[in-house]
């Protein structure tokens, strides 16, 4: 098959969940015998905005269209002419969205015109959600609540008022304005998806909330929990103490603040080394959150193929902290794969995918001191971090993760039986 692969981003210009199981599936897909290409961004300050850059991941045409100035819009006119041209290249069979945001809604029509048919894996909130995580971006009363639900007026008044003039006497011009662009960009979405043929669902939550917004799409919507290479692990790494280990992202949502702050209140003698690139000042916050305490130290972003070898081998446990519900979070997988416990809270996908003192330990979510609970019962109760890490996995009876070569396979499913559709 002659299948396209389209995210917002793709390693390792970015590198978090979805940039990185796109890139597995893509590799795995090829390994099948398909001819695989990759569409995604690069936010280029120099180039002119929407050029076209072509690259290779190994034998896998790489497109790049660079979105440095304009990556807010959800929709660009440009961009969707550029995706039409390397669409008529490339003559893809299948179209694979994997995420839209800092590209353009209009890529899904784009890809339908071709007569391809189109599968969409949904790895957060981001149709059902303009900001993406159900997660207030509000100005006033708790720092980062979650939403109850998507709503035009109340997304303007909790995501968008700090692009509000904020002048008095133009406030009501101003919700009213908000108001009408998110209803606009709902209208939008709502707008494509008679376009996708297949929604694929890591979680019930995600499933959930985009069923609850969207509930024209239940027929076309199967649960499917990612996918993942083998992993090979390097011998543990002698360590002195207890070490916990945080792998991910410095963005406020991921909750490392909420873990160092719990973590700073643990006796004994326990580690946590965190792992992530940079973000400037919200890095430096994090700096300053932890200064003083020598027990905790800060890591560079690791190549994915480090995972087995220099990172998981140095902790005993992974946590997870998240202030948001979170979809089926990739570092959770990949902890069970190495048979690491896993503290995560209990809500979201991160609960489906930890049973409580069955393979890891999980804190009541965004609970600051129920966290510090469960970290120090791990560096208090000798084995018990090995012992809830041994069971791996919950899906699978060996506690194995699922591979993304039989991943792959399932997708090869999919995409015969949604040709077979449209060429009956």
Not at 6 to 18: E, T
Not at 88 to 95: A, K, L, Y
Not at 299 to 306: H, I, L, Q
Request: proline fraction near 5%; include cysteine.
């Amino acid at each position: 098959m002659r299948i396209f692969q389209v995210n917002h981003g793709y390693p390792m210009r970015y590198n978090a969940g979805s940039e990185v199981y796109a890139q597995n599936l893509t590799l795995a897909l090829a390994r099948r015998g398909h001819h695989v290409a990759v569409f995604s961004r690069c936010e280029d300050l120099i180039l002119p905005e929407y050029a076209l850059l072509e690259e290779r991941d190994g034998e896998i045409p790489h497109y790049l269209v660079n979105l440095a100035r304009s990556q807010a819009r959800v929709q660009h006119e440009a961009l969707d002419q550029v995706f039409a041209d390397v669409l008529e290249r490339e003559q893809p069979e299948v179209v694979h969205f994997h995420h839209l945001n800092h590209l353009s809604l209009g890529l899904v029509a784009m890809a339908r015109r071709t007569g391809a048919v189109v599968v969409f894996t949904v790895h957060d909130f981001w149709l059902c959600c303009p900001r993406g995580q159900l997660v207030s971006w509000a100005l006033e009363g708790e720092p980062w609540a979650l939403c109850s639900g998507q709503d035009d007026a109340r997304c303007a008044r909790a995501c968008f008022t700090r692009s509000y003039t904020g002048l008095a006497d133009f406030h009501a011009q101003d919700e009213a304005y908000w108001t009408a662009a998110v209803a606009a960009r709902m209208a939008a979405v709502e707008a494509l998806l008679p376009h996708i043929d297949l929604f694929v669902c890591p979680s019930r939550t995600v499933a959930a909330a985009l069923v609850a917004r969207f509930p024209q799409v239940a027929g076309r919507l199967v649960l499917q929990d990612y996918g993942f290479p083998a992993m090979k692990l390097a011998p543990p790494t002698p360590r002195e103490a207890f070490t916990f280990g945080y792998l991910g992202t410095h963005t406020a949502p991921k909750g490392l603040d909420l873990l160092i702050r719990a973590f700073r209140g643990v006796r004994g003698e326990a580690r946590l080394i965190l792992w992530g690139r940079p973000r400037g000042q919200a890095t430096d916050g994090l700096y300053a959150l932890a200064e003083g305490d020598p027990r905790i130290r800060f890591e560079d972003e690791y190549r994915n193929g480090a995972l087995g070898g220099a990172v998981l081998p140095a902790v005993d446990c992974v946590v997870v902290p998240s202030i948001w519900l979170e979809n089926s979070p990739l570092v959770i997988h990949e902890a069970q794969q190495a048979r690491r416990c896993v503290v995560t809270a209990d809500a979201g996908g991160m609960a489906e995918l930890v049973a409580h003192e069955v393979n890891g330990l999980l804190f009541r979510h965004r609970d600051e001191e129920d966290l510090r609970r469960q970290l120090q019962r791990l560096v208090d109760e000798p084995g018990l971090a090995a012992r809830l890490g041994a069971r791996g996995y919950l899906g699978t009876s060996d506690g194995h993760v699922p591979s993304i070569d039989a991943e792959a396979g399932v997708f090869e499913e999919h995409y015969a039986r949604l040709l077979a559709g449209v060429r009956a």
